[in-house]
């Protein structure tokens, strides 16, 4: 049985940091595309960034390039989403997912198979 759990949410003061886990059991990161999403209430799920089964190309989202980083380790199963200068703008449940390899349209959330229960940001002024 796949699950994804994530980890490292939190209240953290406009320009502050956070890092996110994600850990996996029943599947194997190091095959798998992960990516992080987030959805704010009221608002639509967004893409936030992904890392590609090779684990060496990733990509983000224009709002959080420059602030965001995605990783893995793959002896751990885990993923992580470093957050530096957040923004009241990032407040959002976050979440990961996963899918198997690759060539598939990965900042669409409905393209991943297996999806986390999310864990909450909260970024004040």
């Known amino acids: 049985q796949v699950q994804l759990v994530e980890s490292g949410g939190g209240l953290v003061q406009a320009g502050g940091s956070l890092r996110l886990s994600c850990v996996a059991s029943?599947?194997?990161?190091?095959?798998?595309?992960v990516g992080w999403f987030r959805q704010a209430p009221g608002k639509e799920r967004e893409f936030v960034a992904v890392i590609q089964r090779s684990g060496v190309s990733t990509a983000y989202a224009d709002s959080v390039k420059g602030r965001f980083t995605i990783s893995r380790d793959t002896a751990k199963n885990m993923a992580y989403l470093q957050m530096n200068s957040l923004k009241p703008e990032d407040t959002a449940a976050y979440y990961c997912?996963?899918?198997?390899?690759?060539?598939?349209?990965?900042?669409?959330?409905?393209?991943?198979?297996?999806w986390g229960q999310g864990t909450q940001v909260t970024v004040s002024s």
């Open positions: 997912a996963a899918r198997l390899g690759l060539g598939f349209d990965w900042a669409r959330g409905d393209s991943y198979n297996y």
């Open positions: 029943g599947l194997s990161f190091s095959m798998y595309t």
